[in-house]
């Protein structure tokens, strides 16, 4: 993200040389000579950050700062003077400032202080937005249900909200993996602290320590000044570290040990760090198997799942399918500032049919697709996108035989192959039907197939 700083400063050739610095360094600057101007510029510019000098003609950089935060109370600001006291530098904290920075001041200075104010601006910027969609929220964000794969979802993560145990949320992409994590963290006693997103398969190999942990300046190459870790910015809060089965085996060793016992060491750094953080993690990965390959560290395994929670896909709770869709109909219709169209039952068939591969969040997109263009104030088959009204085969689908079949047989036939693969592993069985493991519980009760004996044999 390109910082947007607005730079206070009545000496023009410091204001032209910061803002060269902070152009070339990928921030959006922009000069102002006096308080006043600031002011102004503030009323039609969206910045994240003020550095302000304090010694000015006119408004000083104290008026300044009290000014500012009152008409922009979010705004991150700076204070550079070179009539530097203690006095001066708690007055500046105590009205809000967030940093400080003495003249004459380097480069790396510079940037090192407004690296931080920027992360800050970031976090403080997230967290609000997932304040407001907790607000926002039905049930569990956008998770809503009433099937009992979802019932037994909302009970655990329940529990979850008040223990400090690591989770891990299993489920395919869509699931919404992600709001089970924002709500457990926003309905707990951490809920005024950080909450920081991490993608580990976004992070290159090479910089998911640094990414996780921090690095000291110098400490490679382009480690310009020093940075803190996700680790230290969630400090008090949650860490929520999605697609977790795709980090590298080194990177896991150094996670358990943080996760353990609360302490980093940054990259190029002799001191460790203790950090209090609550950890929630998230796969689409079949975690158990990754570790029987030796992909995954079997004592992460076992330390992640203390506590899990296995959200079922789209597919596998159609009976949520109406709830789900006058959950979105209602949202959408307040983003789009429209009366949502009501789905007919012809369309709501469709659904149906649809296997949704891409679980609830293809769900809410189709739909805001589909409200859109929509001609009327109903929905209707033909309003759909042609992947619903046309769905293609999926992989796995049956040709249907001319005798025909029966489909509870044919059910019976595929479990007890996938048992018979597995060798009577449910978890492992599951995977090969695509069902969760509750589901399949329940399939071989309601056929009365025994897993240590699936082909009836004695």
């Not at 403080?124 to 929220?137: A, F, I, K, P, Y």
């Not at 963290?185 to 990414?211: M, Q, T, W, Y």
């Not at 969040?361 to 805001?368: D, G, I, K, S, V």
Request: hydrophobic content about 40%; some cysteine.
């Amino acid at each position: 993200m390109a910082f947007r700083v607005l730079i206070t400063e009545d000496d023009r050739v410091q204001r032209e040389i910061i803002c060269d610095i902070l152009t070339q360094s990928g921030y959006e600057p922009r000069g102002c000579p006096s308080a006043e101007d600031a002011l102004a510029a503030l009323q039609e510019d969206d910045a994240d950050i003020l550095l302000t000098d304090l010694k000015m003609p006119g408004m000083d950089g104290l008026e300044l700062l009290r000014q500012a935060r009152r008409l922009r109370p979010e705004l991150e600001v700076v204070m550079m003077t070179a009539h530097a006291t203690i006095k001066t530098a708690v007055t500046a904290m105590k009205e809000g400032a967030a940093d400080y920075l003495e003249k004459p001041f380097d480069k790396d200075e510079l940037l090192m202080v407004l690296g931080r104010t920027g992360e800050r601006s970031e976090l403080r910027r997230q967290n609000r937005q997932l304040r407001e969609l907790v607000t926002d929220s039905v049930a569990l964000g956008n998770i809503v249900g009433q099937s009992e794969p979802m019932r037994q979802v909302f009970e655990r993560t329940r529990r979850a909200v008040h223990v400090n145990s690591t989770v891990l949320i299993l489920g395919e992409s869509g699931t919404g993996k992600e709001l089970i994590a924002r709500h457990i963290h926003f309905a707990g006693p951490r809920r005024n602290k950080p909450f920081v997103v991490v993608n580990c398969a976004a992070i290159p190999d090479n910089l998911v320590e640094s990414e996780l942990f921090g690095h000291e300046k110098g400490a490679f190459t382009g480690a310009d000044v020093s940075r803190p870790g996700k680790f230290e910015l969630a400090h008090g809060g949650t860490l929520f570290l999605d697609e977790i089965g795709d980090m590298r085996l080194e990177s896991q060793a150094k996670l358990l040990r943080v996760l353990q016992d609360g302490v980093i060491e940054r990259v190029g750094a002799s001191k460790t760090r203790q950090v209090d953080v609550r950890a929630i993690v998230a796969t689409n990965r079949n975690l158990k198997k990754r570790v029987e390959d030796g992909e995954f560290r079997a004592d992460l395994y076992y330390r992640l799942e203390v506590l899990s929670i296995e959200l079922p896909p789209l597919r596998e709770r159609m009976v949520d399918l109406p709830l789900l869709v006058a959950h979105f109909s209602e949202k959408l219709g307040k983003k789009l500032g429209v009366t949502p169209p009501v789905v007919g039952p012809d369309a709501l068939d469709a659904f149906r049919r649809y296997r949704w591969p891409g679980n609830v969040r293809e769900l809410e997109n189709t739909l805001e697709q589909a409200f859109i263009l929509a001609p009327g104030d109903r929905l209707l088959v033909e309003d759909l996108p042609a992947k619903l009204r046309t769905p293609e085969p999926q992989t796995g689908d049956f040709m249907l035989p001319p005798g025909g079949i029966i489909l509870e047989d044919l059910e019976q036939e595929l479990i007890r192959q996938a048992l018979e693969r597995s060798g009577g592993r449910l978890k492992d069985a599951a995977e090969l039907l695509g069902l969760t493991y509750k589901t399949l519980q329940y399939r071989l009760k309601k056929h009365e197939i025994d897993r240590h004996d699936p082909l009836g044999e004695g």
